[in-house]
């Protein structure tokens, strides 16, 4: 299963081609094969940056009524399913009462019917991918562990690597521990996401520490927020 995404990867962030409207084809196929009508890719840069929509098939009116502030609620909530997970549909009104964000509601109007939020840990940014129907059942949620995996492996593909980072001292799996820990999670939750054991969280976080010259995780964290590393 891994091989054949990273084939399918490869083909849909080939040179020469559209990176951004490859991915988009990538992931709506993938959506669309798991029986989502709608998907949105929603990302925000850890831990508190910029918001914004990088892909979707909503109607105009949908994402308007709505607004990217109450998506990105929806992405930070408890309705967000993180690798490994079992994921879970939502009715609008659910997610509604769940963020409390009434306008969450609306999309009920403009045929979302059931509503699942995957989270998809890739870099330093924080991505959300939203699928949804107009009837619920029809996703097939036993589909979505390997379309979360695939969408992770193209996203991971797609993003740049190798531009140069004076300023930045720590490895990329520095930053993703750091940038985890930054919120809250604790090195088992860490480990779950990444897919790396808490011993091995807790030495990157130490090194991120001793590169930063921070006497603890909190000084470290405040360090990489302020350098803009996180």
């Known amino acids: 299963m891994a091989a054949?995404?990273?084939?399918?990867?490869?083909r849909a962030t080939a040179p020469g081609a559209s990176t951004d409207r490859s991915l988009a084809a990538f992931i709506g196929s993938r959506a669309r094969a798991a029986g989502a009508q709608f998907h949105l890719l929603l990302r925000s840069q850890a831990p508190a940056g910029g918001r914004r929509i990088v892909l979707c098939n909503w109607l105009y009116d949908a994402v308007t009524a709505v607004g990217v502030e109450a998506l990105a609620h929806v992405a930070q909530s408890a309705a967000a399913c993180l690798p490994g997970r079992a994921a879970r549909g939502f009715h609008p009104?659910?997610?509604?009462?769940l963020v409390e964000r009434e306008e969450i509601a609306e999309l009920a109007h403009h045929g979302h019917q059931e509503i699942f939020v995957l989270a998809l840990p890739v870099g330093q940014a924080r991505w959300h991918l939203m699928l949804s129907a107009g009837q619920p059942g029809r996703i097939d949620d036993t589909a979505l562990p390997a379309l979360q995996m695939a969408c992770c492996?193209?996203?991971s593909s797609s993003l740049p690597h190798g531009a140069p980072r004076e300023a930045n001292?720590?490895?990329r799996r520095e930053l993703e521990c750091l940038s985890w820990v930054s919120e809250g999670k604790t090195a088992d939750e860490v480990a779950l996401i990444l897919g790396i054991s808490p011993n091995t969280v807790n030495s990157q976080v130490a090194h991120a520490i001793h590169k930063l010259q921070a006497r603890n995780r909190a000084m470290a964290?405040?360090?990489?927020?302020?350098?803009g590393l996180i």
């Open 4 to 10: 054949q995404i990273c084939d399918e990867t490869e």
């Open 221 to 227: 964290i405040a360090t990489a927020i302020r350098r």
């Open 93 to 97: 009104l659910a997610l509604a009462a």
């Open 153 to 155: 492996y193209a996203l």
């Open 169 to 171: 001292p720590l490895s």
